[in-house]
């Protein structure tokens, strides 16, 4: 998994973007434009707004590319919200991991690839635009979702050549339908039938993902 790490330091804070992760939402350039300018150099100059306005900015970018050193409260909700033909948004206390343990990144926000495409897999580099996937922001049947039982960090490993496993409570969202779920196995193939669910459709495919 890629890492591109620039650090843009201010009098207050310092604003972190790790270009490997960023899917160009455009919500930085939207929120503080006068802290997110693409034709100034730097691009970004965290002085040029109110600290509390670029920590609102910075945290509403969803796939974490962007990053100020302000812990995640411990009581936050974990959240996936499913986009129409493309990735899953992430939030909340979470660790993405290796199926052996080891972690990949500790964040409060991310962007999950369910394509199958991506070039920088598990999280998502636009890919899905070009490689035409389609799929709702719906849910599919969960067998058992597990989802009573205390709050807490979610973690999310990706199973070789197979789906995200999740482990904590997390909350899926998808179009009009909402799932409290514990455990879970997502596609991120782009095979299933029953998505944001794994139904085994990577093993004959031809998927391929440490």
């Known amino acids: 998994m890629k890492k591109k790490l620039h650090s ?26 006068s802290v997110f300018d693409v034709n100034a150099k730097p691009w970004v100059q965290p002085d040029n707004a109110s ?28 959240t996936l919200e499913l986009r129409p033909n493309g990735p899953i948004y992430a939030r909340g206390r979470l660790t993405l991991r290796k199926l052996d343990g080891e972690v990949l990144i500790e964040d ?12 920088n897999k598990p999280l998502c580099d636009n890919s899905h635009r070009e490689s035409g996937f389609r799929a709702p922001a719906a849910l599919g049947r969960l067998s058992s979702d597990g989802g009573e039982g ?3 960090p979610l973690a999310i490993s990706a199973a070789p050549y197979g789906p995200l496993l999740l482990d904590g409570p997390v909350k899926i969202r998808g179009g009009k339908d909402t ?12 095979f299933s039938a ?17």
């Open 179 to 190: 799932a409290q779920v514990r455990k879970a196995a997502l596609c991120r193939c782009g």
């Open 8 to 33: 843009y330091p201010g009098e207050n804070l310092t604003v972190t973007f790790d270009s490997a992760r960023c899917i160009h939402s455009g919500r930085c350039l939207q929120g503080a434009p």
């Open 51 to 78: 600290a509390d306005q670029v920590i609102s900015t910075v945290q509403q970018c969803p796939s974490g590319a962007l990053s100020v050193d302000v812990e995640t409260p411990a009581g936050a909700e974990n």
């Open 108 to 119: 409060d926000r991310m962007a999950l690839c369910r394509c199958g495409a991506s070039q």
């Open 194 to 210: 029953n998505k944001p669910y794994c139904d085994g459709s990577h093993a004959t495919g031809a998927f391929r993902a440490e």
């Open 150 to 152: 205390p709050a807490g």
